[in-house]
């Protein structure tokens, strides 16, 4: 056996540990709860819990943790160890099914958008047995849920878990349908794409906007930088491949299937892919890669950036969310088939998720919606804020097909009716794959390429299994009493792309046309946080969510709320972090550059020596360094204003419109600055420095 398959999930209490550990009857009914979700006898949680323990021990655990993803949107932990008090005074090792089961950490200390009050302290964690446990370090990780006193959701995972209950329920009713009566679940599968930059942590450690923002404020681009796409899949550096190798080391231990690692576009950016699995399952192994992505780099003397927008100029980072549908018999239904069946019932829910991305189009832009991503989405690297799908020339023949009751394919005579005539084969994925779209069809799966690269992806994949689900409810209401289930549902496919299509879109989405397109077919253009985030509250929105129980209304609100503040707080702190810095760093070193030109020019005077040079650079940069303290200055005076703005959507629009802009323009002459000034005095490292300095 190699080394990769002796470590992979070593540190995972996963089926194989469960087999081993538990008494069959134990395990038959843990395993009865994981995948039907039935109800944990105490008895098995006890059995488990020990188990747990011992297997942790073993491994040189001490301590255990409640491991769950508040609306930080990192996760939390709170460490207790295993020990407690013998009669004789030593210490044994105890953990019973009620510590596993539920935790209760303090509820007030997280976001809760109003669910709780500061003095309201209590909240509870509770086991998601779906997730296996793990270690990290010395300590056993028990993956759960978070929710306050009241029982409302103060997670991401909470919402996720719904989301896919509620598209599991509407998906047997259409599976039923069809007549597929041997699929027990339909679960939904994501494997995040996940872009980062590295950088040397000598030169990180001077950058106080890398330390306290995560991106660089200032800065100036080299004199090279990702035109010559070289970086691109090239040769992985020494260094880099060093840190990848002991990344990819500690995910194996983890279980988690890290697949593929790449350069990629921008000097400095690499990505890691890993194989889809489990939704929920997926969630939890991306936070962790984020984690770990960062513990290692440190071991390196490198720091992982994983901000959107680290460096202006070259390629932003995000995470392409690969989401897929699968029944428990191994089905893919967003997969073609072999049988008019097969495709008729492909296409049902290919049409759903069209009608789905169509009507909630602001869901999924609000859930990838950060400060941090308003600075990418648009730009070169990635998809513009509209949301559109692309499908490809041949799944859109055969829509158009359908929508005009005409043949498909060319040689084919029969009017295309589905479930009646045999539906022509045609193949998964046999045109180019579309980078511009924010939701591409890619075979057998549709790629959400506009999530972030820190974004946790519960957020997207809670509005995409929700909208989903909503589409097929309504399918599967007009279905269910159908007299004639064959021309239904030929009819309701024909009437979803008659009215979806809008949300289709082939072409190129960087293209300044699409966007005016975009605008004649009525799609949504939501730019920035503050534009989308209250989309969240409108009436179709609210009444979905909440009909499928994703969400209670309180939670809505508290979302909308926990974003704004987060989105307001992270441009507050950048903005305070570029006068800090324009104070203290940028201006200091361009007084004393000229305080040095100025000195030259005295002693080139002195012995009779021309210094026009000399004078006419301290000339342009004494007026940049006015420039700057009136900018500075400036940008002050509007921090002090928005700090009197009490209302969070208030302020968050005084943040888009006047603080964002004041911060570009004290950007602008600082950086003509540092163009010009002598390195020796610049305060800080350079993008050349940075994009450039791992090796």
Known sequence: MSEVTEIFGSNVFDDRV????????????????????ARLDISVANAVAE????????????HYTHWFQPLTGITAEKHDSFISPAPDGRVIMEFSGKELIKGEPDASSFPSGGLRATFEARGYTAWDPTSYAFIKGKTLCIPTAFCSYGGEALDKKTPLLRSMEALNKQAMRILKLFGNTDVKCVKTSVGPEQEYFLVDKALYDQRPDLIYTGRTLFGCLPPKGQELDDHYFGVIKPRVAAYMADLNDELWKLGILAKTEHNEVAPAQHELAPIYTTTNIATDHNQLTMEIMQKVAAKHGLVCLLHEKPFAGVNGSGKHNNWSIATDTGVNLLSPGDTPYENAQFLLFLVAVIKAVDDYQDLLRLAVATAGNDHRLGANEAPPAVVSMFL???????????????????SEKTTMKLGVHVLPRFQRDNTDRNRTSPFAFTGN????????????????????????????????????????????????IKKTVKEHKRIIFNGNGYDDSWIAEAEKRGLLNLKTTPDAMPKLLDKKNVDMLTAHKVYSKAEIESRTEIMLENYVKTVNIEALTMVDMARKMIMPAVEDYISALVKTVK????????????????????????????????????????????????????????????????RAPADQAEAITDEKFWRYPTYGKLLFGVR
């Not at 469960?18 to 979700?37: F, H, P, Q, R």
């Not at 747990?52 to 001490?62: E, F, Q, R």
């Not at 020339?393 to 498909?408: G, H, R």
Request: with cysteine; hydrophobic share 40%; glycine share 6%.
């Open 392 to 410: 490809g020339d041949e799944l859109q023949a055969v829509l158009d097909a359908i929508e005009e009751d005409k043949p498909y394919g060319g």
């Open 51 to 62: 188990a747990m323990k011992d297997w942790a021990v073993s491994k040189g655990a001490t």
């Open 603 to 666: 002693n080139k005077q002195d012995v009779g020596v021309g210094s026009k040079y000399e004078k006419d650079l301290a000339i342009k940069l004494s007026g940049l360094l006015e420039t700057i303290e009136a900018k500075t200055d400036e940008l002050d005076e509007k921090i002090k204003e928005y700090k009197k703005i009490s209302d969070v959507t208030e302020a968050s629009y005084f943040i888009r419109d006047t603080i964002i802009p004041a911060m570009d323009v004290l």
């Open 18 to 37: 469960m087999k081993a550990n538990l008494s069959a009857s134990v395990y038959k009914s843990l395993k009865k709860t994981i995948d039907e979700g």
């Open 445 to 492: 799966k549709f790629e959400f390429r506009m999530l972030g690269s820190s974004n946790s992806i519960a957020c997207a994949n809670i509005m995409l299994n929700s909208a989903v689900a909503e589409s097929l409810k309504q399918f599967a209401d007009v279905l269910e009493g159908a007299e004639d289930f064959n021309a239904s549902l030929h009819d309701l």
